[in-house]
């Protein structure tokens, strides 16, 4: 039997206590086969909590497998609470650990002890964004043929997923450097990771205008030791951040799926035959951006009389045609509009304005906005200034309900994030 398990324990000492508690999870008789990035949110409290419940919870929902009764998982449910001292924090309070199962199949459980599925699960940003993260178009058994991206829509806050971008290349248009090996990169790393980074996106060619296209060779020699140490770190830990390489080289993308990373990330949009025949046989996610030329020339560019958000939008329902008839599981496709890719200021501002409206095509969005060049007249060229401007806009997104926000200054982006989200609208107890 397919089941969703929820995680969530307060933030206290970061990941820790889910870390403990998927371990003992996988102790029991319940083959884990995925586990999404972990989520941050507010903490849900009735408006007459005491202030110092006020701490932000850590999120997560694991797939398994097994062929256990709901009764039985219950049963191991409630042990690892006693465990982790789950048991003795009051309603609401802050806690250690709390597990509930999500889904049980497509099964519906009514009993004293099971509700299954979760009552609250589709009202809930925490429970969906992780969700959604591994079955996107997946239904609540009971709750009619809406899929959990289309729930997702209806909520007032949606929690996104932040990607770091790591550009191991000399030129690139906002961070080149000379730097080329692992040592050289980890700390940056490092410090998206302490700051919340759900993925961290590998790139060794740089796609800005006019920049040089290089061989697969020498884009995997760039991205294979960056790419081999946060395998490593998955490896060693089950909540490592997701691992997305950027490139539309076919030979690179087969390596670093051979590796095992987790996203392929192909900025000419899912349209070369070699790369869809792998997309059709892997089991990754992958970004499919729209793009005019890659790299970018800045003499193909839409028509200066075009709606940027239109047009996107045609050629993703165009796509989705051809990637349905390609044999793609459609579920594993995530959007990139494409900011700055062969649009003027004005038609990447235009589909910023209503970048999430894409997700009302079954597919997950990305939005990579971060330091391009179309802010220059509203920042001038200071990375600085870029960043804060860039700040702005993500917050405009996260209204949006956009799935993934694709950033450089992480340890901005999320501390900026907890601090509007604590104040916008949020789903309370009171109101089940």
């Known amino acids: 039997m397919r089941i969703f398990l929820g995680l969530g324990a307060n933030l206290g000492d970061r990941s820790g206590n889910l870390s403990r508690a998927l371990e003992l999870l996988d102790s029991k008789p319940l083959g884990i086969r995925r586990i999404s990035p972990v989520v941050e949110s507010p903490a849900l409290l009735p408006n007459s909590a005491p202030a110092d419940w006020n701490r932000p919870f850590l999120n997560l929902v694991v797939e398994c497998e097994t062929d256990a009764s709901p009764e039985a998982c219950l049963q191991w449910i409630e042990t690892i609470h006693v465990t982790m001292k789950r048991c003795d924090a009051a309603l609401w309070a802050p806690r250690p650990i709390d597990i509930d199962i999500l889904l049980w199949g497509r099964e519906q459980i009514h009993t004293d002890e099971l509700t299954i599925p979760h009552p609250s699960m589709h ?119 997701l691992i997305s390489v950027d490139s539309y080289h076919a030979k690179t993308i087969e390596r670093a799926l051979a590796l095992g990373v987790n996203i392929i990330n192909d900025v000419t949009g899912l349209t070369s035959p070699e790369i869809l025949e792998l997309a059709k046989t892997s089991n990754t996610d992958w970004i499919a951006t729209h793009s005019i030329s890659v790299p970018v020339e800045p003499k193909q560019h839409l028509p200066i009389s075009a709606d940027g958000y239109r047009e996107v939008e045609d050629e993703l329902l165009r796509r989705l045609e051809m990637w349905d008839k390609a044999g793609l599981d459609l579920s594993r496709i995530i959007f990139d509009p494409g900011i700055g890719f062969g649009k003027n200021n004005l038609q990447s501002l235009r589909i910023l304005e209503s970048a999430g409206n894409l997700r009302k095509h079954g597919v997950r969005v990305l939005v990579g906005h971060s330091r391009k060049s179309f802010l220059n007249q509203l920042t001038g060229t200071k990375i600085s200034e870029k960043d804060l401007a860039t700040l702005g806009i993500s917050l405009k997104l996260c209204e949006q309900g956009v799935d993934i926000l694709r950033v450089h200054n992480m340890q901005m982006h999320t501390a900026g994030y907890r601090g509007w989200s604590h104040v916008k609208p949020t789903h309370r107890p009171d109101s089940d």
């Open 123 to 241: 009202k809930r940003s925490f429970v969906l964004t992780p969700l959604i993260a591994l079955d996107p178009r997946m239904t609540i058994p009971g709750l009619g043929d809406k899929s959990l991206l289309e729930w997702s829509r209806k909520l007032k806050q949606y929690l996104p997923l932040w990607m770091g971008i790591v550009n191991v290349t000399p030129d690139s248009f906002s961070d080149g450097s000379k730097r080329q090996t692992w040592d050289d990169f980890k700390p940056d790393v490092d410090a998206m990771i302490d700051a919340g980074a759900h993925i961290i996106d590998v790139g060794g060619e740089s796609t800005r205008p006019g920049g040089e296209a290089i061989s697969a060779e020498v884009e995997w020699q760039r991205i294979e030791p960056v790419i081999s140490e946060l395998v490593a770190r998955r490896q060693r830990s089950l909540l490592a951040p």
